[in-house]
């Protein structure tokens, strides 16, 4: 009975303290100089922790959020699933810059008497870099996992900091926007400004913007196979609902004009090649085959170019492919990680 008890002591102190590690910080990295030139004064940088920091701190990944993502999403990813093992790594999930969380139009100088400056992917891994070195006092990153605009981070960072970091994951994500990918998110970007143009209420342009991610986010045959003729009323429904105060139409718009201008070979004149020889950090691509959302073309002929790892996916799940079949990709992190 006593070892039981103890035994169940342990437990609850190894629950109390990765809950704690999982609750919502902030840290304050000054002010941020942007690519464009402007400045975000008073940075804020929003993140979880999971797992332990060993003592030459050598087992450090970080996690930024994916679009219309929080790192609270991330905890769900990890604690329900063990996306990543807490067990072996110290992973920091990081909220990307404009997502409500981090500095964003929506959290920024609520007086309005400066807005928000506009953003790109290379800023928001700036100021995770400034976040990293300078707050979490680390030099390196044993590893950087995201998905889709996280992945379109990781590979930002692949290139803007190739010492930095030994390991990339990065899943249903691209290297640079293809024209089709343009032709979405142009799309929404009207919706969005025609919307407030005419007076359209907030909530009816978010509930227009939900109903095109969920038909371009999985792909016909999944809508077909899971929702019945009878139910689709009930589905529809379903986008009638009150939207995040938390990420707003205007952090929305941000996130999705900086999603826009992403190529990771700008620097270089758009050479993929050059881009590739400026990487030294090892590659590992999940690409889903069914993806109407982020077109997988450039990512297969980058990941060729840098002879990495990939794992294609060819579910019926579209840009959703790793959440049907997340085991699968688990063991296929863990595995890339594991092999030296």
């Not at 464009?36 to 930024?64: H, M, W, Y």
């Not at 981070?153 to 010492?163: G, N, R």
């Not at 109903?211 to 809508?223: E, N, S, V």
């Not at 982020?294 to 990939?310: G, L, M």
Request: hydrophobic share 40%; net charge neutral.
């Amino acid at each position: 009975m006593k070892k039981l008890l103890a035994f169940s002591i342990i437990i609850f102190i190894i629950s109390s303290i990765q809950f704690a590690n999982a609750q919502q910080k902030f840290a304050e990295i000054g002010n941020l100089k942007l690519i464009s030139g402007d400045v975000i004064e008073n940075c804020k940088i929003g993140f979880r922790t999971f797992g332990k920091l060993n003592q030459d701190s050598s087992n450090a990944i970080i996690f930024p959020t994916w679009f219309e993502g929080t790192t609270d999403d991330i905890s769900r990813l990890i604690q329900k699933y063990s996306f990543l093992d807490t067990t072996k790594y110290f992973i920091i999930a990081i909220d990307a810059l404009g997502n409500g969380v981090s500095s964003s139009p929506s959290n920024y100088n609520i007086y309005k008497i400066k807005s928000f400056p506009e953003i790109t992917i290379s800023d928001m891994v700036n100021s995770q870099y400034k976040f990293i070195s300078e707050n979490m006092n680390l030099n390196h990153l044993f590893a950087a996992v995201g998905g889709s605009l996280g992945a379109m981070q990781v590979l930002e960072w692949s290139i803007a900091y190739p010492d930095f970091v030994s390991n990339v994951v990065a899943y249903v994500g691209t290297p640079k926007m293809s024209t089709y990918d343009l032709l979405w998110i142009n799309t929404q970007l009207n919706i969005i400004e025609t919307g407030k143009k005419y007076g359209v209420t907030e909530k009816e342009i978010r509930k227009s913007l939900a109903m095109m991610m969920a038909g371009i986010g999985k792909t016909p045959d999944y809508f077909t196979e899971k929702i019945k003729p009878q139910d689709f009323p009930k589905y529809i429904n379903n986008f009638d609902k009150e939207y995040s105060n938390i990420f707003t139409m205007e952090d929305y718009e941000f996130q999705l004009k900086s999603i826009s201008k992403h190529d990771i070979s700008i620097q270089f004149g758009g050479s993929m090649e050059e881009t590739a020889n400026r990487i030294k950090a090892k590659l590992f691509f999940i690409i889903s085959e069914t993806d109407l959302l982020i077109n997988p073309a450039e990512t297969k002929r980058f990941a060729e170019q840098t002879e990495s790892k990939i794992l294609l996916l060819k579910n019926n799940c579209g840009h959703l492919a790793v959440s049907c079949e997340i085991e699968r990709c688990r063991k296929a992190i863990s595995e890339f990680f594991e092999n030296k």
